[in-house]
């Protein structure tokens, strides 16, 4: 497509602590569930590209696992991922949450931020869990932290305010093509969103020391030939065989549950049924091991 001087484009990341929303902000902004959430850290690991276009333009928004201080392997993973997309977008959005206590790993953002030229727009989270005059005092906490082009409240959850923040995006783009067609949401590919799903599953169902400690593989992804269903068979890696017990539950119910709700959710995406069936094997210390963690599909060139 031809540069069209009125069509504004461009990339834009989206960062913060873990856990503050920026995957329920991503599927709100687009409309659409393509990245998982859960009240659980280390949700997102890989980046995950998705696509907004309207008579605007067109904005890709990349999803980056939350940035912290890295305790393994995977961790190195996926804070190098998150803060080298920072010099290669067009706009930041820090997400952060309505509190004018600044912690440790704010600040480590701070300091993150303060090596990229790249404009950042803060965008304070959750403003339905607070009343309005206290966003005042937390806009007031953080606008001396970095020199930021904007700030804008918004509920990523309800949707509050999302019509602004898609305004003050587009302002900060540049002029440019259309990337994508207009009805691409994400360039993610059907098996890796279905692997996502039913991690996003188990890491609702578990206890909490788990589910940092599993990953999903899709072995096999098929649809029938009279189109009426597709055959999904995954694994579910863990650590250490206490966990598989755990993982599998009391006559297999555990597991079970987990791929019951992950279906459900896969049928929406692919708008067909799905057979799923669940396997778990134990890999130890695979977040610690390069050759384990590029085997499930963590992209090796963000080593």
């Avoid at 869990?129 to 806009?139: C, F, N, P, Q, R």
């Avoid at 002029?175 to 996003?200: F, K, N, S, W």
């Avoid at 098929?222 to 993982?247: L, Q, Y």
Wanted: proline residues 3%; aromatic residues 6%.
């Amino acid at each position: 497509m031809e540069e069209n001087q009125s069509f504004r484009s461009g990339f834009v990341t989206i960062i913060g602590r873990p856990n503050v929303g920026k995957s329920t902000l991503m599927n709100q902004l687009i409309g659409q569930k393509i990245a998982i959430t859960s009240d659980k850290p280390q949700t997102t690991r890989s980046r995950i590209q998705t696509v907004y276009t309207d008579e605007r333009g067109q904005i890709i928004f990349l999803d980056t696992p939350g940035i912290h201080k890295a305790k393994n392997r995977l961790g190195e993973y996926m804070v190098n991922t998150a803060e080298k997309t920072l010099s290669e977008v067009d706009l930041i959005l820090w997400l952060v949450e309505p509190t004018t206590f600044i912690g440790a790993g704010e600040r480590h953002i701070v300091e993150v931020l303060s090596r990229v030229t790249t404009p950042v727009v803060l965008v304070i989270n959750k403003i339905d869990t607070v009343k309005k005059e206290d966003l005042l005092g937390v806009i007031a906490c953080y606008k001396d932290c970095h020199e930021f082009a904007e700030i804008v409240p918004v509920s990523a959850r309800s949707g509050e305010n999302k019509d602004e923040l898609l305004r003050i995006i587009f302002h900060y783009l540049p002029y440019g093509p259309m990337y994508y067609d207009e009805d691409t949401v994400t360039d993610q590919p059907e098996r890796q969103i279905a692997a996502e799903l039913i991690r996003e599953k188990a890491l609702m169902l578990l206890s909490d020391e788990i589910p940092h400690g599993i990953a999903v593989v899709i072995d096999r992804m098929k649809e029938r030939t009279n189109g009426s269903m597709v055959d999904i068979d995954a694994t579910v890696i863990c650590e250490r065989d206490s966990h598989k017990g755990i993982i599998i539950g009391r006559q297999g119910a555990m597991l079970k549950k987990i791929g019951t709700q992950a279906r459900m959710e896969i049928e929406a995406l692919l708008g067909l049924k799905v057979n799923l069936k669940l396997w778990v094997k134990v890999k130890k210390d695979w977040r610690d091991s390069d050759f384990l963690i590029k085997n499930f599909g963590y992209r090796e060139e963000e080593f």
